[in-house]
């Protein structure tokens, strides 16, 4: 049993994430800054219950979310029971992985996951990402700023360890007092220049 497991032992929404504004104003910052309407696959890191699944499974005709918290994807296969486009599986991130076919993802999504991965994890994962990505792929991720206890880096190294080793470019970079969300691309065209009018 990990420590998220004993967590929703307690509660089945630790963080308030449903219901809080906070939260709900991030998600629909996070899907105001992807660089496509729809696209065809999304992987996702950290789905925990599934609040944030639901949104994605709207935005691509396939969506793979994982997480590492047995109870949190026992709730997110509740929750996401009727939505038919989710694949949902157990996986420790970055020695597990959702999606085995290199270039086969069209955007990895990772939000409040990154700070509790061990320094150690960010060459694995980098190297996960680079594979499973199309050559016009999309990695966005979105982290809170705010120290505590169990993190093992700060959001900001989290970023940059992703950034420097991923060598993408930067489509979208938000940041405020309380969380940070970066969009990169292999395709550095804004939106306006991929529709041609720019």
């Not at 308030?16 to 105001?32: D, P, Q, T, V």
Request: charged share 20%.
């Amino acid at each position: 049993m990990t420590d998220f497991d004993r967590l929703y032992a307690q509660s089945t929404d630790p963080w308030h994430i449903e219901h809080r504004w906070y939260e709900r104003r991030k998600r629909a910052a996070i899907l105001a800054a992807m660089p496509f309407e729809i696209t065809e696959v999304i992987v996702e890191l950290g789905c925990g219950t599934g609040i944030f699944s639901q949104l994605l499974a709207q935005r691509c005709r396939q969506l793979l979310a994982c997480d590492i918290c047995a109870a949190a994807i026992g709730l997110a296969e509740i929750r996401l029971a009727e939505v038919d486009n989710i694949t949902l599986s157990r996986q420790e991130v970055p020695r597990q992985w959702p999606v085995e076919d290199p270039q086969s993802v069209d955007c990895v999504v990772i939000c409040e996951l990154g700070y509790y991965l061990q320094p150690a994890d960010m060459a694995p994962l980098v190297h996960r990402i680079g594979v499973c990505l199309k050559p016009a792929g999309v990695v966005i991720a979105c982290h809170w700023k705010g120290a505590f206890l169990e993190q093992t880096m700060s959001s900001e190294a989290f970023h940059d360890g992703l950034s420097n080793g991923l060598a993408l470019q930067t489509l979208v970079h938000h940041e405020e007092q309380d969380f940070l969300l970066n969009v990169w691309s292999r395709d550095g065209r804004s939106v306006a220049a991929q529709e041609g009018f720019a």
